[in-house]
């Protein structure tokens, strides 16, 4: 049988790195396998919620170039749709269906109605707090008789909770962890269906897995526990699970607790707007919890589809750091044509309002800039000294002179440079740079001393290109109406 993955969000807020990751491996996993990577909403939780979540989580895909093969997806024009054979793919327009197979469950004796009220299950739990139990359903109403739970079901609200077996061992084959066992005695009889007629996640899940044909499910570590009620309920109805494989979670930078907000994990589309590159952030995650059994740190998407195996996951959780992810956008910026560079820059130039004055001249300040970006969120800290003049200042003063030099010596070399180079119209790098160092040299002076206040004076920053690089781009007018600027 073909492979066929899901992810199955629960539209309450934005994609975040942890689910992000879920999904590269599902993705993953599905292209190494010649497989279906399916998008299904869960949104059987009514009260949580957010409008506007699922358009969002399927654009962060989209950015992330992992659309569904089947599912729930964007169309051309960016709208929500589906696409596949085993639609609606959202929970909440399946509600018939899931009543019909809880229904089937109370026929076949695995599933019962429970009446009982909100406050009297409060003070059960309380109860069992007290008595240093741990709180669980006390079956109550588990032993109805038909006619009476029929009865009460036509004035009375009600639930439908699975009937476990008593003292059941349940075995599974965890294609990450190995062998997990559990007791059904551990586990409550929770509820399936509820009041509302909407279905929990328990039942929704098993449901559309079996009729979606989900041959495998990737998901958290934190979901184990539930694994006993899934394998019961498959049981239950005499269908076959698919194969489970739960992934570590990922830690946040100090590998001591999982990654949170306060770590900076934000939304997805959060590292769009940053400037960071997808497939800089596909490199770093798909490395949190996965190891190609190599030393090497870079892969295309296609190359990772062919190394991904399921068998290369690790049970341990690993942390995700953000200096890495700092690194790895740095390299991937690297290897961008420098046209792209300058796409990439136009966008948060145009939000700090800076204009470069011709294309050409725009692509030359991202060839400069191109070894030095870490992210394009950078571009206004480090670019905007080409497109606008330094605001002459006391600070530009103090920062212009060298350690060791006063004012009046640093105009004096100033001075020096200015008069060089206004006798001189070969504005290339390497003659700029051999014209000035012969001069320094012929001088007796030191390149410090000179070219310090020469980069300073151009860009109003301790932190920017070098002299020659400065000088070089701004071009000679520029460069010189900048320098006598300052003494001025």
């Known amino acids: 049988?073909?492979?066929?993955?899901?992810?199955?969000?629960?539209?309450?807020?934005?994609?975040?790195?942890?689910?992000?990751?879920?999904?590269?491996?599902?993705?993953?996993?599905?292209?190494?396998?010649?497989?279906?990577?399916?998008?299904?909403?869960?949104?059987?939780?009514?009260?949580?919620?957010?409008?506007?979540?699922?358009?969002?989580?399927?654009?962060?895909?989209?950015?992330?170039?992992?659309?569904?093969?089947?599912?729930?997806?964007?169309?051309?024009?960016?709208?929500?749709?589906?696409?596949?054979?085993?639609?609606?793919?959202?929970?909440?327009?399946?509600?018939?269906?899931?009543?019909?197979?809880?229904?089937?469950?109370?026929?076949?004796?695995?599933?019962?109605?429970?009446?009982?009220?909100?406050?009297?299950?409060?003070?059960?739990?309380?109860?069992?707090?007290?008595?240093?139990?741990?709180?669980?359903?006390?079956?109550?109403?588990?032993?109805?008789?038909?006619?009476?739970?029929?009865?009460?079901?036509?004035?009375?609200?009600?639930?439908?909770?699975?009937?476990?077996?008593?003292?059941?061992?349940?075995?599974?084959?965890?294609?990450?962890?190995?062998?997990?066992?559990?007791?059904?005695?551990?586990?409550?009889?929770?509820?399936?269906?509820?009041?509302?007629?909407?279905?929990?996640?328990?039942?929704?899940?098993?449901?559309?897995?079996?009729?979606?044909?989900i041959t495998h499910v990737l998901r958290g570590e934190e979901w184990i526990p539930s694994t006993p009620k899934n394998i019961l309920l498959y049981q239950a109805f005499g269908w076959e699970p698919p194969l489970y494989a739960h992934v570590p979670v990922i830690l946040g930078p100090d590998g001591k607790h999982k990654l949170s907000k306060r770590d900076g994990d934000v939304s997805v589309i959060d590292y769009k707007t940053k400037g960071y590159l997808p497939e800089a952030l596909f490199n770093v995650l798909t490395f949190v919890g996965w190891s190609p059994g190599t030393e090497e740190e870079f892969f295309t998407k296609e190359e990772l589809e062919k190394r991904f195996t399921l068998e290369r996951v690790q049970k341990s959780p690993g942390a995700f750091s953000f200096d890495r992810l700092d690194y790895v956008n740095g390299w991937y910026i690297r290897q961008m044509l420098v046209g792209d560079v300058a796409e990439h820059m136009l966008p948060f130039m145009e939000k700090a309002g800076l204009k470069a004055k011709t294309p050409e001249y725009l692509l030359t300040v991202a060839r400069v800039l191109q070894e030095r970006f870490k992210h394009f969120d950078e571009t206004e800290e480090i670019s905007w000294f080409f497109f606008k003049r330094p605001e002459i200042t006391e600070a530009l003063r103090q920062l212009v002179v060298p350690k060791k030099l006063d004012w009046t010596t640093t105009q004096e070399n100033l001075r020096f440079v200015h008069d060089i180079l206004m006798n001189h119209d070969d504005w290339s790098h390497d003659s700029l740079h051999d014209v000035l160092i012969t001069a320094i040299a012929k001088a007796e002076k030191k390149n410090g001393d000179v070219l310090w206040p020469i980069r300073a004076a151009l860009t109003g920053v301790p932190h920017s290109p070098g002299s020659f690089e400065m000088l070089n781009v701004l071009g000679k007018e520029e460069s010189l109406a900048r320098i006598q600027s300052l003494l001025s």
């Open 1 to 213: 049988m073909s492979v066929r993955v899901r992810y199955a969000p629960s539209p309450t807020g934005d994609l975040h790195l942890g689910s992000l990751r879920t999904v590269i491996f599902d993705w993953l996993f599905s292209r190494h396998e010649g497989g279906t990577f399916i998008l299904r909403i869960e949104d059987t939780d009514r009260n949580r919620l957010v409008e506007g979540a699922v358009q969002r989580q399927l654009e962060a895909l989209a950015w992330m170039d992992l659309n569904p093969d089947e599912g729930v997806c964007l169309d051309d024009d960016g709208n929500v749709t589906e696409k596949g054979p085993y639609g609606p793919y959202t929970q909440s327009e399946r509600l018939p269906l899931y009543k019909d197979y809880a229904d089937q469950l109370m026929v076949s004796g695995h599933a019962y109605r429970c009446f009982c009220t909100a406050e009297r299950l409060e003070e059960m739990r309380t109860q069992q707090q007290a008595a240093g139990q741990i709180p669980h359903y006390d079956q109550r109403c588990r032993n109805l008789s038909k006619e009476e739970s029929e009865k009460r079901a036509a004035t009375e609200p009600f639930v439908i909770r699975h009937a476990l077996p008593n003292n059941v061992s349940v075995t599974i084959q965890d294609v990450i962890r190995g062998e997990l066992t559990f007791n059904s005695k551990d586990v409550e009889d929770y509820v399936l269906l509820k009041s509302d007629g909407f279905p929990t996640y328990h039942l929704a899940n098993i449901v559309d897995d079996h009729l979606m044909k």
